[in-house]
Antibody
């Protein structure tokens, strides 16, 4: 059974960076075809895809946040790390990570998701 | 970017009734890479349907996805009390990945 769990600071000051971690279990981030992505949801709003990283270190970022986002993986810890710079109150949201696969060009949607971690940007 | 427009925004129905939710894409969704998620308060989204019409593992057969190209539908044949939630469509075939704004299914 694949599970994911996000962690990180609950409160971040404006203009500061935030680093969030997604811990995977039940599958190795280095396994062929594994992709982990980040999605956020602002209070009462819809879901917004942030970016993905694959087992072989391919990365995809949302154009609207490119330049502020970095996604990396730590295979030794089986974790994926998201860093977002220059945080603003509009970045207040629940941040989720999700698992999917990309094998021989066939892609699956995010399933499962972690429970999410709430990040509030406030001074 | 593919914009997904969901309708209606809110749907009020009673248990036992049939629900029909729509998702329209601004461009063709490649390879029918269209999914439907259910989200309840305080929970992460749960995958219901992928590939436009394939039910995820453990999803009851009262949930049915259909459509292709730019028009997709999620049908819940007989609403159970646990089905009242927010439903999102999601296209995962073209970057940037996008989600619809959701349809809230309320108990009438």
């Amino acid at each position: 059974q694949i599970t994911l769990k996000e962690s990180g600071p609950a409160v971040v000051k404006p203009r500061q960076p935030v680093t969030l971690t997604c811990a995977l279990s039940g599958v190795s981030i280095s396994r062929h075809g594994v992709v982990v992505g980040w999605i956020r949801q602002s209070p009462g709003k819809a879901l917004e895809w942030l970016g993905d990283i694959s087992w072989n270190d391919d990365k995809w970022y949302s154009p609207s946040l490119r330049g502020r986002l970095t996604i990396m993986k730590d295979a030794s810890k089986n974790e994926v790390v998201l860093t977002m710079t220059n945080m603003d109150p509009v970045d207040t949201a629940t941040y989720y990570c999700g698992h999917k696969s990309r094998v021989f060009g066939v892609v699956t949607p995010f399933d499962p998701w972690g429970p999410g971690t709430q990040v509030t940007v406030s001074s | 970017e593919i914009v997904l427009t969901q309708s209606p925004g809110t749907l009020s129905l009673s248990p036992g009734e049939r629900a029909t939710l729509s998702c329209r894409a601004s461009q063709r969704v490649s390879s029918s890479y269209l999914a439907w998620y259910q989200q309840k308060p305080g929970q992460a989204p749960r995958l219901l349907i992928y590939g436009a019409s394939t039910r995820a593992i453990g999803i009851p057969d009262r949930f049915r996805g259909s459509g292709s190209g730019t028009d997709f539908t999620l049908t819940i044949s007989r609403l159970e009390p646990e089905d009242f939630a927010v439903y999102y469509c999601h296209q995962y075939g073209s970057s940037p990945l996008t989600f619809g704004r959701g349809t809230r299914l309320d108990i009438k």
